[in-house]
């Protein structure tokens, strides 16, 4: 079964340091997604991106953040500037449309230091 | 109000029970449920949509209540491998995003 992949699977960064997380979603999917969970908290959007642009994003994801495909399979999260407080498991999910359900990565655990 | 709620449990129950969980959910526009399954430190795991209709995948049942805003699941059965967190899941009109609840906790003991 075809699988969003994520890479690395745990990061360690200093804060006030940048940091690029990686996913490859699923080869037919058009949509993709990135969410997050602290430790012990519920899973929170952070970001929707289609058609080489941003769709929608939370309040969570202000100016020290940003998405990017490269290339025709990869679609990264970049965190400019890290803070005590971006340490979650960043998850990457996408779909084939808007309305089909999100398929999930198995997540980047983020640790700033 | 949250926007999604879920009682976080734990519900303990033997293998062999049937066990239910609710979630409503505060806003009419939405449009699209669904229940995740989400194990220690893993992913969110979709384990099915969740149509007005009612829908069954072999041990497990979910119905939608547009009118009362709410969504349960059942699973008949319980197996071990079920102990998780079960996530409910609602998407809006018009809207990328999907809205977690905080989970409610399975336990099955043998």
């Known amino acids: 079964e075809p699988e969003v992949t994520q890479t690395p699977s745990h990061q360690v960064t200093q804060m006030g340091q940048e940091v690029i997380l990686r996913c490859v979603p699923i080869s037919n999917h058009l949509y993709f997604y990135w969410y997050r969970q602290i430790l012990g908290q519920k899973v929170e959007f952070l970001v929707s991106f289609y058609n080489n642009e941003i769709s929608e994003k939370s309040e969570i994801f202000d100016d020290q953040f940003s998405v990017e495909r490269p290339d025709g399979s990869n679609f990264t999260l970049k965190i400019r500037s890290t803070k005590l407080e971006d340490s979650a498991m960043y998850f990457c999910?996408?779909?084939?449309?808007?309305?089909?359900?999100?398929?999930f990565g198995d997540g980047t655990r983020l640790s700033i230091l | 109000r949250k926007e999604v709620e879920q009682d976080p449990g734990p519900f303990n129950v033997p293998e062999g029970a049937t066990v239910a969980f609710n979630c409503t959910y505060s806003?009419?526009?939405?449009?699209?449920f669904f229940w995740y399954r989400q194990d220690c430190r893993k992913e969110p795991k979709l384990l099915m949509s969740v149509y007005s209709s009612g829908n069954e995948d072999g041990r497990f049942t979910a119905q939608l209540n547009r009118a009362s805003q709410y969504i349960s699941l059942l699973i008949r059965d319980s197996k071990l491998s079920d102990s998780a967190t079960y996530l409910c899941v609602v998407n809006k009109w018009n809207t990328d995003k999907l809205i977690f609840g905080t989970g409610t906790r399975l336990q099955v003991f043998p």
């Open positions: 999910a996408s779909s084939e449309d808007s309305n089909q359900p999100q398929h």
């Open positions: 806003n009419s526009a939405s449009q699209s």
